[in-house]
């Protein structure tokens, strides 16, 4: 019989419980690789558990980036969405009106973003309680997430963050460099270990992680359960920002806002009021900013229509710009004219490598 997903997190957590209370030592050590091993086996079981069920709704993105309102129900996710983008989600003064996920479409610097109005989620979610378990999941597809937090109940963001935290989601964390390169018949080499797990130690986790025969380089340092679901690849890094809405219920918003800032490893926090339109303008900056995203311009010699927007990654080069079009025209490209903030005066030319800023505009020149 099939274990429940309610029944396995419990187990999971027993373990974990039990795994935190004992001490790392000789005598220990075979039951701590056992605990392991049965941590490593049940997050298997829950992985294959998730993905024959799916996560309870159809997500499909669209435009050049994707970007998830994530909050409890009644914070005014519906309304942002409504201000930020030309959707009409159903707003109103009670909780969970929004019970599928709303896209809409925030056009900015020419870039399309496409916006998801999540679900409410609640304390508890990483149980699977309200849905939240399948709304999380859905979430993960997102390049950013916007918490949005009601300024009269701040405490709602640790909260959540620590939801994603036992769903092995981090927020705003750096993805620790660890690589597993299998090869044959060869065991276990570890080039590379500055995880600060002794490598005795790290080689029974790979062990009870099904690693037998792999070149083993971790450049940073991470701790055992990290490492575990990295390994495992149930371990999820994404970038957030807050959206402080409801100020024009509270004049001292701006000190709040710090306050948040500071108490989350300085998350950077928007303070609005969607009903209001207040500050939607500095929301729509910050958003394309944390993307990591700029809108370039291509334009042809000696043409007078506007010039084509193309969006890349930041510090893209001339040749990415010309990658979008075609392969062919990145392998013969050798130079360029570029004017725009990374020129140092108008109609510069440029080699393929050189990188490109937000609002540069680019004109390709066909080598003889």
């Excluded at 010039?307 to 079009?325: T, Y």
């Excluded at 903030?341 to 937000?358: E, I, N, T, W, Y």
Aim: aromatic share 6%.
């Amino acid at each position: 019989m099939v274990e429940s997903e309610e029944v396995l997190e419990q187990k999971l957590q027993e373990l974990r419980d039990e795994y935190s209370k004992t001490k790392y030592n000789k005598a220990t050590n075979k039951p701590l690789g056992i605990l392991r091993h049965k941590i490593a086996e049940i997050r298997k079981l829950m992985a294959t558990s998730r993905s024959v069920k799916g996560t309870g709704f159809f997500v499909k993105k669209s435009g050049d980036a994707t970007v998830a309102l994530l909050g409890f129900p009644s914070v005014g996710k519906s309304s942002i969405i409504n201000v930020l983008t030309n959707t009409k989600s159903k707003t109103a003064l009670y909780a969970f009106t929004t019970t599928t996920i709303i896209p809409g479409t925030m056009l900015h610097n020419d870039a399309h973003i496409q916006i998801f109005d999540m679900p409410g989620v609640i304390e508890g979610a990483h149980l699977g309680l309200g849905g939240g378990k399948a709304v999380i999941g859905a979430m993960k597809v997102s390049d950013l997430v916007v918490f949005v937090i009601d300024v009269n109940n701040t405490v709602q963001l640790g909260i959540l963050l620590s939801e994603l935290k036992a769903l092995g989601i981090h927020i705003n964390e750096r993805r620790p460099n660890v690589r597993i390169i299998e090869q044959t018949n060869r065991g276990v080499e570890i080039e590379m270990n500055h995880s600060g797990i002794d490598d005795r130690y790290l080689l029974e986790i790979l062990s009870s992680l099904g690693v037998f025969s792999a070149k083993v380089k971790i450049e940073d340092p991470v701790n055992a359960d990290d490492l575990i679901s990295i390994v495992a690849g149930s371990a999820y890094y994404m970038k957030a920002i807050v959206a402080l809405n409801k100020i024009d219920t509270n004049k001292d918003y701006e000190r709040i806002a710090k306050k948040l800032s500071d108490a989350h490893n300085g998350i950077e926090v928007v303070p609005i009021s969607a009903t209001q339109s207040s500050n939607i303008k500095a929301l729509r900056e910050s958003i394309y900013r944390n993307l990591d995203i700029m809108t370039v311009y291509l334009k042809r010699k000696d043409e007078q229509e506007q010039a084509m927007p193309v969006i890349l990654r930041r510090n893209s080069k001339v040749v990415d710009a010309a990658r979008k079009l075609h392969t062919e025209i990145a392998d013969e490209l050798k130079t360029a004219y570029v004017t725009g903030p990374s020129s140092r005066f108008g109609r510069q030319r440029v080699g393929a490598q050189h990188v490109l800023k937000d609002g540069d505009t680019i004109t390709f020149i066909k080598e003889k």
